[in-house]
């Protein structure tokens, strides 16, 4: 009974080591890629959700993509191109079957596609949810037309029942293996392997304790193996622990394998794996927290197996308190060791009643638990998994979980994350000027976002965040072929290139982003894509990506100053975009730098506003940024303004500046747009002629309010004796328009917060005074400051 109050205090405890240990971590974009500009293919399906599958099939130059209740044909090279679509719809009768059960008619019974495999060249095998009763069925492409069979056969144990389920499978020579739930509830989850001889997992908490399915992948590890060991088939899953014993439900993160030629036992384990082992995966961060949970996981293939490395990305336990996921990698090598080599856990019984797991310390039968049939076993007369003793067999029934953790690559994550949780990833191994190879990783996030992360020696850098989804989607699905990434959620489908070089813009830009499909061309001055060919003059180009030195950078011009003419009394905004979220902006303003004046200016990330200018304002302003990479400054200049002071112009016939608004100010997130819209600036008068316009003013508004009264009195919709005329005929819009800010830090991309500047008057620095708020629509703020001038037409 002591466990929930143990829990809230260890959890308390995990939290406030925690929250240290990520205070110390950077784990920012360099740059931040906005929907707008991030130049994808995208497919949409008319009135078509949910495109959760994926299958390449590159002999056909195609992406097939499972969908809600529809199957696409893509081309590959542009996926926009639909060659191909069938629907496969639920009848009536199902989804009438799968309401009367309590379930959701529109969201729960329908047919969402979930399993997408190659069986041979001319034929795929597909199953779906079908309202709440999986079904699979056969599937052709020719002609360029994809066909459904129609041969509907039992989904059980193949794909989830619940469309909110995951489920894994893979197909490895016209055996599906797949990882699922047997039942309506989910309850009685499976292994299973659909073959001349099915086998499953055995139904025991020992085995699958309510697991969460994420990944299955086959691994040769037959080739070459002197003890003539079988291929094994990986399966990755969260679960919740039987091994340890302080509170309720603590899930953690597992990785299983069987053999592939394993058929079963003969009298203990019939019809069952007598191969199926499991280890803890362990990926933790810097600081003792719960345990990470598993959620996709992806396989680097090598031509030498035991070479492959497996990657895969974590969530936090409790994501309501503490949002952080983390990518970690394990070798082959070392999972299959611990299952190889490693000692098992055994389960005790303690005070009458509780159990727990231990390690288990005692003789091992031979042949070994769980071992694939080798060459040891064979000089023993053991043939077949149906040879094996009855001793081993249940050994491996009962103590199905080994004693070790598998630990990741190097101990520790590869990347590290707070903010939106991070949910599929792929990793390609790029080959780079000096031959070495490096993993990059692709990683889809929760709210639409890729996240492109390098790894150099334990330093995490994140290349850039790009937004491939309009609405903070998740990205359900990640592939990866031929340099191309095809990411799948809720709405769509998009394409997008590993890389556009052409994003670097200069020389610095390109070294420091340290992307390495990219490196800068000095002839021809530009950021291209790698590798252009072995032989291309390599001095030619300048890549840096452990170090970032872009000090080999030739250097640039001085950069001309802008001219800009000083209105008195005007409001200004000096532009200023820099090219790196991890660069700090500095202004140099006339005559002084730091400290800056008093109540003069509001800084942005992507400029400057400076309001009711007068003439001690004129001068040279200039923008500077300075991106510390390995302890080396580089500063650069983005802009250079000269505002001149110009003679007063004279009253304008207009109302111009008796009303209080701010015009648009564009804060589009980092500033990484390069779109140069000029500053906002305009004519206006001088404090004298202000008097007179504001005396104008009042006029006017007074003939037209008298105007406007007899108007309405002539025309009935005032009666002589009422008082209240409708106010908001003089509207009086005090409220400064909030928009959306996309910030550039860590939890950038949380686009439910909104920020709203206000007015600076800070002795302290670079960045306006700012402060997070829930966007609660009709809820002004009320203590930003209202300015006094107008200066955009189109306001009023
Ligand atoms: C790369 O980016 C540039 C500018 O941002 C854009 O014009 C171009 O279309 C992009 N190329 C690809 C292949 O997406
Ligand atoms: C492909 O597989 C299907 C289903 O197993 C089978 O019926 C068909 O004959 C196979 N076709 C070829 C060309 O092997
Ligand atoms: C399907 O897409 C809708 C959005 O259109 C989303 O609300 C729902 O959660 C998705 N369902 C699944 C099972 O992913
Ligand atoms: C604008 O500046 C002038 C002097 O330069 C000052 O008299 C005036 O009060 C200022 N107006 C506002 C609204 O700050």
Redesign the pocket.
């Known amino acids: 009974m002591y466990s929930p109050l143990f829990f809230i205090v260890l959890h308390g405890i995990f939290l406030v080591c925690a929250s240290n240990a990520w205070s110390s971590l950077k784990s920012i974009p360099r740059k931040t890629i906005q929907y707008e500009d991030n130049n994808v293919i995208t497919f949409k399906g008319e009135g078509v959700w949910n495109y959760s599958t994926m299958l390449i099939r590159e002999d056909l130059g195609l992406l097939v993509v499972g969908a809600r209740e529809a199957v696409y044909a893509l081309d590959i090279k542009d996926i926009s191109v639909a060659k191909s679509e069938v629907l496969w719809k639920v009848t009536e009768e199902k989804q009438k079957e799968c309401t009367s059960k309590g379930k959701h008619p529109d969201i729960d019974c329908r047919n969402y596609v979930r399993m997408l495999h190659q069986?041979?060249?001319?034929?795929m095998y597909m199953c779906g949810t079908n309202a709440f009763s999986p079904t699979c069925d056969?599937m052709t492409f020719g002609d360029g037309q994809l066909k459904l069979e129609g041969k509907q056969e039992d989904g059980r144990g193949k794909c989830p029942f619940d469309p909110f389920q995951r489920s894994s499978s893979v197909m490895a020579d016209?055996d599906l293996y797949s990882a699922s739930s047997l039942n309506f509830l989910g309850s009685e989850p499976v292994i299973l392997r659909t073959s001349p001889i099915s086998l499953r997992t055995v139904f025991k908490s020992s085995w699958l304790n309510e697991p969460n399915f994420v990944y299955m992948d086959v691994v040769p590890e037959s080739e070459d193996s002197p003890e003539g060991d079988d291929d094994k088939v990986y399966m990755f899953f969260s679960e919740n622990a039987v091994e340890y014993d302080f509170y309720n439900k603590l899930v953690v993160s597992r990785v299983a394998r069987v053999c592939k030629g394993d058929m079963g036992g003969q009298r203990t384990l019939q019809r069952k794996w007598t191969s199926f082992l499991k280890a803890r995966l362990d990926c933790s961060g810097p600081e003792p927290s719960l345990p990470y949970i598993i959620q996709d996981v992806f396989q680097v293939r090598h031509k030498k197996w035991r070479k492959s490395v497996f990657y895969a990305v974590f969530t936090s336990q409790s994501s309501s308190t503490d949002r952080s996921s983390a990518v970690c990698a394990y070798d082959v090598t070392d999972i299959s060791e611990v299952f190889s080599r490693g000692k098992f856990k055994t389960e005790v019984t303690v005070e009458m009643s509780d159990v727990k797991w231990v390690t288990y310390n005692g003789e091992l039968p031979v042949p070994r638990p769980g071992a694939c049939i080798n060459n040891a076993a064979r000089s023993a007369g053991i043939m077949r998994s149906l040879d094996l003793p009855d001793k081993t067999l249940q050994f491996i029934r009962d103590r199905p979980l080994m004693d070790d953790a598998v630990r990741p690559i190097t101990g520790k994550p590869l990347l590290l994350k707070r903010g939106p949780l991070l949910t599929r990833l792929v990793v390609d191994h790029v080959t780079v000027s000096d031959g070495q190879s490096y993993p990059v990783m692709f990683v889809g996030t929760e709210n639409g976002y890729v996240q492109k992360a390098v790894n150099y020696d334990g330093e995490m850098h994140i290349i850039e965040e790009v937004k491939l989804f309009q609405n903070a989607e998740s990205i359900d699905v990640l592939r990866l072929h031929q340099n191309q990434l095809y990411a799948g959620s809720a709405s769509g489908v998009v394409q997008m290139p590993v890389s556009n070089c052409s994003r670097y813009s200069s020389c610095l830009d390109c070294v420091l982003a340290r992307d390495p499909y990219c490196a800068w061309d000095v002839p021809s001055q530009r950021c291209s894509r790698l590798p252009t060919s072995p032989e291309d003059g390599k001095s030619n180009l300048i890549q840096s990506l452990k170090d970032g030195d872009a000090t080999r950078c030739p250097t640039t011009a001085p950069m001309e100053p802008k001219i800009l003419s000083l209105v008195l009394g005007n409001n200004i905004r000096l532009p200023c975009y820099p090219e790196s979220n991890l660069a700090q902006v500095n202004w140099n303003f006339p005559g002084e730098s730091l400290p800056y004046p008093k109540k003069k200016y509001i800084i942005y990330n992507d400029g400057i506003l400076l309001y009711n200018a007068s003439v001690s304002d004129a001068g040279r302003y200039t923008c500077t940024s300075v991106e510390q990479v390995k302890g080396r400054d580089y500063t650069q200049t983005l802009a250079i303004y000269d505002l001149r002071e110009q003679s007063a112009v004279v009253v304008t016939d207009k109302i111009k500046t008796t009303l209080g608004i701010l015009p648009e100010i564009h804060t589009t997130s980092s500033g990484l747009h390069k779109s140069e819209e000029p500053p906002w600036y305009s004519k206006t008068q001088s404090s004298e002629s202000k008097w007179i316009v504001m005396q104008v003013a009042l006029a006017m508004l007074s003939v037209m309010m008298a105007c406007l009264l007899i108007w309405n009195l002539y025309m009935g919709h005032i009666s002589p004796f009422m008082c209240c005329g409708r106010r908001q005929l003089i509207k009086s819009p005090r409220s400064l328009p909030e928009r959306e800010y996309m910030h550039t830090g860590n939890d950038a991309v949380d686009s439910k917060q909104h920020m709203v500047s206000l007015c600076v008057t800070t002795n302290s620095g670079l960045e306006a005074t700012s402060f997070h708020r829930n966007a609660n629509k009709g809820d002004t703020p009320t203590d930003v400051c209202v300015f006094k001038y107008i200066t955009d037409e189109s306001e009023i």
């Open positions: 069986m041979n060249d001319s034929v056969y016209q």
